[in-house]
Nanobody
């Protein structure tokens, strides 16, 4: 089992940047594919970005490509999401999640953080 704790959310103006962090504890961090999801009010939870066990492969939702970067530091048991050129439509609760496979659906992830709010003012 793995426990996940996100940090770094907040209020930012459109065009600004934020960096989210997710610290993991428990089982070996490098054994998990890591992802960031987000959920806006009234909308389904969606995959924002994912990163493979070694960090060599990444996946991004189309609307964030070129603006967001996911990375991980297995020595620090931490995954990051650097968010640049933020838009009002990026406003959501952002969740860190871990899975043993490379999945794209929320239901395939068994471990979740508590979420961190990101609000982008226009």
């Amino acid at each position: 089992q793995v426990q996940l704790v996100e940090s770094g959310g907040g209020l930012v103006q459109a065009g600004g940047s934020l960096k989210l962090s997710c610290a993991a504890s428990g089982r070996t961090f490098s054994a998990y594919y890591m992802a960031w999801f987000r959920q806006a009010p009234g909308k389904e939870r969606e995959l924002v970005a994912g990163i493979s066990w070694s960090g060599g492969d990444t996946d991004y939702e189309d609307s964030v490509k070129g603006r967001f970067t996911i990375s991980r530091d297995n020595a620090k048991n931490t995954v990051y999401l650097q968010m640049n050129s933020l838009k009002a439509e990026d406003t959501a609760v952002y969740y860190c999640a871990a899975a043993e496979g490379r999945y794209y659906r929320p239901l395939d992830y068994h471990y979740w953080g508590q979420g961190t709010q990101v609000t982008v003012s226009s």
